[in-house]
Structures are given as structure tokens and as C-alpha cells.
């Protein structure tokens, strides 16, 4: 057979060398239409036999821009034909008859192109990864921002000396070379909590919280030391633990911690560092808190239970979340409360700011970075329709999930179906559902029952304070198995293969795993400044031993301070309206018994 009948029989594509222009949509690899009828006889190479080279287009780029070395390509119609003698090399056959050897391809080999990568590890496989990664997982992974240094990730900040720039050790933090970072993390969230910083302005001249001494245990955050610094401003002294275990952001509890603060708080906390903190922050000889600032309960429960006694000099505790007002209403009930308390979670601007519209927009957030679920078509069911649920059905409704609600309050129960959720009992629905979410403030709401009965791959998270609504202690038996897939990423595997998705171990999701919006937190953390100095200079006999709501004019302030954020403005009553209404120009306009 003659070298052009074998040319003819070979020819596949026309290839052109055009040096100085851009690859067009007729590229050089397209055939021509005198070459049709070659290429319509040519039997069809496989990607076994003949490597595809594909043409990367890029704006400006004068180079033909293909995936070779820069050698160039013979000239003219060549055709490709492969030289068994060669073992597969390949030469290109020009129309003069001429043989030219074409240039070599180097081929990208993975090390084992034979590793199975998706062959499952084997149990004991599994449970030493779960173990080493878990150890290491701790980080701010959830935070803003992480600058965790790895390097000593195996350290306890409870075995490690640490001092600021100033010389001060009393603080135990994850690492105090993050504070720059920190420092830079308190600036953002400076310019998104406006009502704070309007109040360091206007106590420039007086300190109404000149003398108090504030021991707190709340998420730390970049928006709490924003609160924190505005507390110092005012004139108080602070010390502070965190809330949770997985929420405090190490490299804002650094620039605290560089700031003076006395932080005792990191990423990753045992139960045991949780109380230990606690103790490290209340219990300093010399100092003696008269205000506390609670957000759970957890650190007015440790006073009651370590040094009652601290009692006679604190002259009032302020408290932000349902699980901790509810404690204190236990401890007014049984005649234990011997200071006055102010329920700040159940003020309007805590509850219908930071719980309906924080949680509508960081139950997405927290469920996004952990799992990147899609949650259009998604089956979900949230568990409570307060005004946490409200908020998570709300933005999960907007996504395109079907959203199912369990409630025990019938008023609760009929706003969900007015607003066009189906109202259900959990077990009617567990086997069907991808995502489950508690916010219910209770516990043992999803047992292990439940557990059991999910479908593979289901999402289970919780949006209330407490880790109690979720039966994760019955998940901790030798049948089931434990895989760290991420930072507060936990895979529980069943004996027949089956998987739950378990975040944040049964902890707060947003706080632990996400952010939370900061506007929303300047409204809540300014109704937590002004309960401190209502409590700390009210005159003796104003409270007794009980728990009050904040009074209604305080919640106005609160929301008047953040309306120029909005450019809005305020309609304002002329006399004769306020005498119809029965009210005064200056508030309050609302009577304690209206529901917002």
C-alpha cells in the first residue's frame, strides 16, 4: 500500500500553523470541507489509542495555546498515523509523501494510578483518622476568620505560659501572637454596631459604670469585645469565659487578651477547660464581681454552686438566652434568687431582632460552610416555630426547602400553618426528612429513636442554646461508629453502612460553625449595657430578689440609636395626638401587654 493511500486512509484533521492570531471558532482542528470525506472513512480513534489535545482559549493570548511543549508543529495538511514499530509513537504523513515525526507528549501519571479512591476505609481505619483528625479540628474553622497556628494544636492553652506585650499573664487563650489579627476583626464589626459606639460618645463625660465590676460568660466574639471595650469605656472592669465550647474566635479572644482583658476562652474547649475557665475567671483573690452578665445560665449556676457567698456584693445578674432565663425563673420559683435578674432575652429588641432575623440569615450560613447542601427541593423539619423557628423556616422557605414544623403551643402551631408550613409530629416524618433542626430550648427532642429511624446522609443540627435538644450521648456506643469529617463535621455511622451528618456535636450551629449577622448583635449587646447600668446604679429597693423584663422605654432607645444606620426618620406626635392616644411625645408608645 503506497504512503498516499494510507495518508488518505489516516487523515483525520487538517492541522494549520497560524502563528500571531487567536484560535477562532474555526480552530486548525476543525476539518475542511475538502477533507470530508477522508475523515467520514477514517474508522473512529478512542481515547486509548489517540490522546485529545483541546485548544485553551485565552483573551489577548497570541500563542496557539495548546496543552504541548513549545516545539513546533510540521506545516501544511500532515496526518497522524501511529508507528507500531515505535511502541505507539506517533508521526504526522504530509501530502508530498514525507514522514515527520511529531513531538512527544509527556502524560501526567498520578503515583498509584491504581489507588481505589473511593473504596471505604476499614473500621479501625476509620476510628484512628476520626481520633487524630478530631484532635486537630478545633480551630476557628467556623470563625471570620482563622490564623490558627497548627503548630501547637496538641498544646492545652492550660499548659502554656503566655503573656502580652505589657507583661500581663492573667488570661488563657489559644495564642496571643493572634491578636493583630483580632484587632482587625473588633475594627469591622466597630463599623456594623453603631447604637456601642454612639454610647462610648455620650459617656465620655460620665461613667455611669464607674466601679462595677463585670464577670461575663458569653460567646466570644469579635462583636462581645466590641461590647466588652464599651463596658471598659463606660468605666467597668470585665473578666470574662466563654458560653460555648465551639464558639469563641481565638484570635478576637487574642486582642482582648493583648487589650488588657482578662479572657479565659479558646476554640475546642473539654467539658472540664469549659468549668475550669469558669472558675479561673470568677475565682481571683483581690477581685470580687458585683455584675454578672450570663448567657445560659452556666456561670451564675457555678456561683450558686462554688462560692454563694459572692452573692452579698453582686447586685444583679442580666441574662440573654431562653435557657438561662428559664433557670432563673426556677431559682425565683423556689425562693433561691437573692439578686435581682433582668431578663434581657425576652426584651423586644432581643427577641424579635437577634432571634427572628440573626437566625434567618446564619441558619443558612452555618449549614452552608459546614455541608454545602442545596437546599432547593431539600425535605426539612424545624422543631419549634418560636421566633428562632420563625426565622429558620422563614429563610429555608425562601431557598425552596418544603418545611415541615413540630410545636407543642398551639398559638405557635397556627402561625406555622398561616404562614404555610406543615404542621407535623416528628415521628410521622423522620424517615422521609434531609435535614433536621432543633430550636426548641428543651430536651431530648430528637432521641435516639429518631436517630435510628433517619434516612442515610440526613443533616442533624441544633439552633437552641443548650446542647440538650439532641440525644448525642446515646450515639456514643461501641455498634456506632465516629468520623471527623471537617471542623464540627461529624459523620455517626450505623452497622448496616447508614450515616447521619451531625454538626457541632448537638451545639449551637450558627455561633459554632458560622458567624452571626453584627448589626443584629449591636441591637442585642446595647440592651445588654443598658440592663448592666439600669441594675448597677437603680436605688436600692427599685428591684427585689425576682426577674424583670427590661423596661419598655430602654427598648426604644435601644431601637431609636440604630435607625440613622437606615437613613430613617421617626414621625413625631404633635400634642393633640398624644393626648387622643393617651400618651407621652416621648414614649413609650406601647403598652407592656402589646405583642410586636
Keep these: 500500500m503506497s504512503v498516499q493511500v494510507l495518508a488518505a486512509k489516516m487523515a483525520e484533521v487538517e492541522l494549520k500553523d497560524v502563528p500571531g492570531k487567536e484560535l477562532t471558532p474555526e480552530s486548525p482542528l476543525t476539518p475542511k470541507a475538502d477533507d470530508k470525506g477522508m475523515v467520514e472513512n477514517e474508522p473512529k480513534a478512542t481515547s486509548a489509542t489517540t490522546p485529545t ?37 506517533e508521526a504526522f504523513v504530509n501530502r508530498d509523501g514525507t514522514v515527520a515525526e511529531a513531538p512527544r507528549l509527556k502524560k501526567i501519571q498520578f503515583a498509584d494510578q491504581k489507588q481505589e479512591f473511593n473504596k471505604r476505609p476499614t473500621k479501625i481505619g476509620r476510628r484512628s483518622l476520626s481520633r487524630s483528625i478530631s484532635q486537630s479540628s478545633t480551630d ?43 484587632r482587625r476583626e473588633i475594627e469591622i464589626a466597630e463599623q456594623e454596631m453603631p447604637a456601642l459606639m454612639a454610647l462610648r460618645k ?19 466574639t469579635a462583636q462581645t469585645a466590641v461590647l466588652m471595650e464599651t463596658l471598659t469605656a463606660l468605666g467597668a472592669q470585665c473578666r470574662w469565659a466563654a458560653c460555648n465550647i465551639y464558639s469563641t474566635q481565638n484570635e478576637v479572644a487574642a486582642a482582648l487578651a493583648e487589650g488588657g482583658f482578662s479572657v479565659f476562652a479558646w476554640k475546642g474547649e473539654s467539658e472540664d477547660d469549659f468549668w475550669w475557665c469558669i472558675d479561673r475567671c470568677v475565682n481571683l483573690e483581690g477581685w470580687q464581681p458585683n455584675m454578672i452578665l450570663d448567657d445560659g445560665g452556666d456561670l451564675t449556676h457555678w456561683i450558686y454552686k462554688k462560692y454563694p457567698n459572692m452573692f452579698k456584693k453582686i447586685k444583679g445578674i442580666v441574662e440573654e438566652s431562653v435557657t438561662g432565663v428559664h433557670r432563673l425563673y426556677q431559682l425565683s420559683k ?88 406543615r404542621l407535623v409530629k416528628l415521628n410521622e416524618v423522620i424517615r422521609q426528612v434531609d435535614i433536621v433542626i432543633t430550636c426548641t430550648g428543651n430536651k431530648n ?12 446522609g440526613c443533616i442533624v443540627c441544633n439552633m437552641g442554646h443548650s446542647n440538650t435538644e439532641i440525644d448525642v450521648a446515646s450515639l456514643r456506643t461501641p455498634e456506632l ?42 441591637i442585642t449587646a446595647t440592651t445588654q449595657a443598658l440592663a448592666l447600668i439600669e441594675l448597677y446604679n437603680a436605688p436600692e429597693g427599685r428591684y427585689k430578689q425576682d426577674v424583670y ?43 407592656n401587654y402589646y405583642r410586636y
Design 53 to 89: 489535545m483541546e485548544p485553551m482559549v485565552k483573551t489577548g493570548d497570541t500563542s496557539p495555546g495548546f496543552l504541548t511543549p513549545n516545539t513546533k508543529m510540521p506545516q501544511a495538511s500532515a496526518m497522524k498515523r501511529t508507528d507500531p514499530q515505535q511502541n505507539g509513537g
Design 140 to 182: 476557628s474553622y467556623g470563625s471570620a476568620a482563622s490564623y490558627t497556628d497548627s503548630s501547637d494544636d496538641e498544646t492545652s492553652p492550660r499548659d502554656k505560659q503566655q503573656k502580652n506585650s505589657k507583661g500581663n499573664g492573667d488570661f488563657c487563650i489559644k495564642n496571643i501572637k493572634q491578636a493583630d489579627f483580632g
Design 202 to 220: 455620650r459617656a465620655q463625660g460620665e461613667k455611669p459604670l464607674a466601679g462595677a465590676k463585670v464577670v461575663g460568660c458569653t460567646h466570644i
Design 334 to 421: 423556689a425562693g433561691k434568687l437573692c439578686v435581682p435578674a433582668m431578663n434581657v432575652n425576652d426584651s423586644v429588641t432581643k427577641q424579635k431582632f437577634d432571634n427572628l432575623y440573626c437566625c434567618r440569615e446564619s441558619i443558612l450560613d452555618g449549614l452552608k460552610r459546614t455541608t454545602d447542601v442545596m437546599f432547593g427541593g431539600k425535605q426539612v423539619v424545624v422543631c419549634g416555630y418560636g421566633e428562632v423557628g420563625k426565622g429558620c423556616c422563614a429563610a429555608l422557605k425562601a431557598m425552596g426547602s418544603i418545611v415541615y414544623v413540630t410545636e407543642i403551643d398551639p398559638i405557635c402551631a397556627l402561625q406555622a400553618c398561616m404562614d404555610g408550613f
Design 445 to 456: 427532642v430528637v432521641v435516639r429513636e429518631y436517630l435510628d429511624r433517619m434516612k442515610n
Design 481 to 522: 461508629t465516629w468520623e471527623r469529617v471537617r471542623s464540627q463535621v461529624d459523620h455517626v455511622i450505623w452497622p448496616d453502612g447508614k450515616r447521619i451528618v451531625l454538626l457541632a456535636e448537638g451545639r449551637l450551629l450558627n455561633l459554632s460553625c458560622s458567624t452571626v449577622p453584627t448589626f443584629v448583635l449591636s
Design 549 to 591: 423584663l427590661l423596661p419598655k422605654k430602654m427598648d426604644e432607645y435601644v431601637a431609636s440609636l440604630h435607625l440613622p444606620t437606615f437613613d430613617a426618620h421617626l414621625t413625631e406626635l404633635s400634642d393633640e395626638q398624644a393626648k387622643y392616644l393617651g400618651l407621652n411625645k416621648n414614649g413609650p408608645f406601647k403598652p
